[in-house]
């Protein structure tokens, strides 16, 4: 068989059969059962296929000489196992690449991972494993976690609901176990003990690309934010402020913070610096009141501030009285900040009550970051506080951000006499193809349509945040912006037919004096 041939061969059976695809494809697992045992060409090819994602460790145990008991609920060896039993399993734990432990797994019998960890022959029990995802919370699985973590191994998710000595103990070592992890995931409640286990696992790895944890302390934080193959950290803050100052100097990293509150957030970063391009910002619920130098604490931690792309501010509302929440609001004196982060093309502060930012900061804000590709402002809450943006400051930042493809914002959608009557050419937008409007207070649905159809004639539809559990006083709104999504297709329609008409007129009268 030519070399070729074997990789030609998998593809094919990779599309019979793709675990990625989709957990429960039986007749494709069958089918590949069936081809492995056709011919010796297709035999390794198709186990290739069969074996490299495995969602439990059935197929290990029934393999090797194990079998179902308990109603097929449970699988389990019910003799010892001996050398050939052992070298079976090897030859095809060899071509796991993917092991999943589920948190169905907690079914199965302990005895599995005892005979499991005297795996008796030379290398790791999985030696081409390369991701593995530890979904189980099972106390007495966690000891047997290294049992599964080899030299090949890239990718580690764990998510363990409450922490335990135990775990910790399996935790703190694992790179040992896998010393060219890249990619870390595990994102749960943890306290002091739990959180330095987690930190210190994280010290021992040189390599990571992507990490994803809860609280980390110092050191970790340090060793993480100095690596140079970083592409994504996400991290909470601890309760405990660190006295030295932290540096993320990641350039081409992507920073994401998640705090309790935007104060404590404020208190965490008055200790850090940033020389980054993308930071996203997470808090889960408001204080008693928003902090009014949130945004100048934010930039003085930017080293180069004109070089930040992506800020992205996300605080959770917790109840429909924080939509109306006055305390809440952010206003153009507080965001004024954000004019020195001339370098931004992803502005969101969607889920924040920008009511009080006005057309003149809006105009500002489009002539500081003219790069600007995605804005979103106030547009994901069905905020009850009127907005002092108009349409006036929505067509100047049109006008001035030509690269925008993606817009949200809140703003009083009535319409003046002169917007109903003109509208500048110069403020349509050649990108924009997504339109949200949040709940933004509307008049005159038709007339909305007919503008909106002119100033974004590339968007595809007019988003908006209010439902029917929304505050009654919104009920109205809901109406119109409905009528404004029906109706938006409609103008854009004849807009377009009626442009090819006249285009078509004025290239035969072109043609007719051309001929003449």
């Not at 817009?407 to 319409?415: C, N, R, S």
Request: charge should be negative; include cysteine; proline fraction near 5%.
């Amino acid at each position: 068989m030519h070399f070729w041939i074997p990789k030609v061969v998998q593809l094919i059976f990779e599309y019979v059969y793709d675990p990625d695809r989709t957990k429960e494809d039986n007749e494709g697992r069958v089918a590949i059962a069936s081809l492995a045992q056709t011919c010796q060409a297709f035999r390794d090819p198709a186990l290739d296929v069969l074996w490299a994602q495995l969602h439990s460790l059935d197929a290990l145990v029934l393999c090797s000489g194990g079998r179902r008991i308990n109603d097929d609920r449970q699988v389990v060896w019910e003799r010892p196992l001996y050398d050939a039993d052992w070298r079976i399993l090897a030859s095809y734990a060899k071509r796991v690449h993917t092991l999943t432990i589920s948190p169905q797994s907690d079914t199965w019998d302990i005895s599995t991972m005892h005979i499991l960890n005297c795996f008796p022959l030379p290398g790791a029990l999985l030696p081409n494993i390369t991701e593995l995802n530890w979904l189980s919370d099972r106390e007495d699985f966690f000891p047997f976690l290294h049992c599964f973590c080899g030299p090949t191994l890239k990718t580690l998710t764990l998510s363990p609901i409450a922490w335990s000595v135990r775990k910790c103990v399996a935790v703190a070592s694992l790179a040992l176990s896998c010393p060219v992890l890249e990619n870390l995931t595990c994102w749960a409640h943890a306290d002091n003990t739990s959180m330095q286990a987690i930190s210190e696992a994280v010290v021992g790895w040189k390599k990571l690309k992507v990490l994803v944890a809860g609280p980390l302390n110092e050191r970790a934080l340090k060793h993480a934010a100095s690596l140079q193959t970083l592409q994504s950290l996400r991290f909470s803050t601890s309760s405990e402020l660190t006295p030295h100052m932290l540096e993320f100097c990641s350039p081409d990293a992507l920073i994401e913070i998640v705090a309790p509150t935007p104060l404590s957030l404020q208190a965490f970063m008055q200790n850090v610096q940033f020389s980054i391009e993308r930071l996203d910002l997470y808090c889960l619920l408001y204080d008693d009141h928003f902090p009014h130098l949130f945004f100048t604490h934010l930039k003085a931690c930017m080293i180069h501030p004109e070089k930040l792309a992506q800020l992205l501010l996300f605080v959770r509302t917790t109840s429909k009285e924080d939509t109306s929440n006055e305390s809440f609001i952010l206003t153009s004196l507080m965001l004024r900040p954000l004019l020195s982060f001339k370098g931004l093309s992803v502005l969101d502060l969607a889920h924040l009550c920008t009511a009080h930012l006005d057309d003149t900061f809006l105009s500002k804000l489009a002539l500081s970051c003219p790069c600007l590709q995605q804005l979103y402002l106030g547009d994901q809450e069905a905020w009850l506080i009127a907005p002092l943006l108009t349409f006036d400051g929505v067509r100047s930042l049109l006008k001035h951000c030509r690269q925008l493809s993606s817009l949200g914002v809140f703003f009083d959608a009535t319409l003046a006499g002169d917007m109903k009557n003109a509208t500048p050419v110069d403020a349509v937008s050649p990108k924009i193809e997504e339109f949200l409007v949040g709940a933004s207070p509307i008049d005159d649905p038709v007339g909305v349509a007919a503008v909106l159809s002119f100033l974004i004639p590339k968007a595809t539809r007019i988003n908006h945040c209010i439902s029917e559990e929304s505050p009654e006083q919104l009920h109205g709104r809901l109406k119109k912006w409905g009528s404004v999504e029906e109706m938006f297709g409609i103008f854009i329609s004849a807009r377009k037919q009626s442009w090819e008409q006249g285009w078509a007129e004025g290239k035969a009268a072109a043609e007719k004096i051309a001929v003449t």
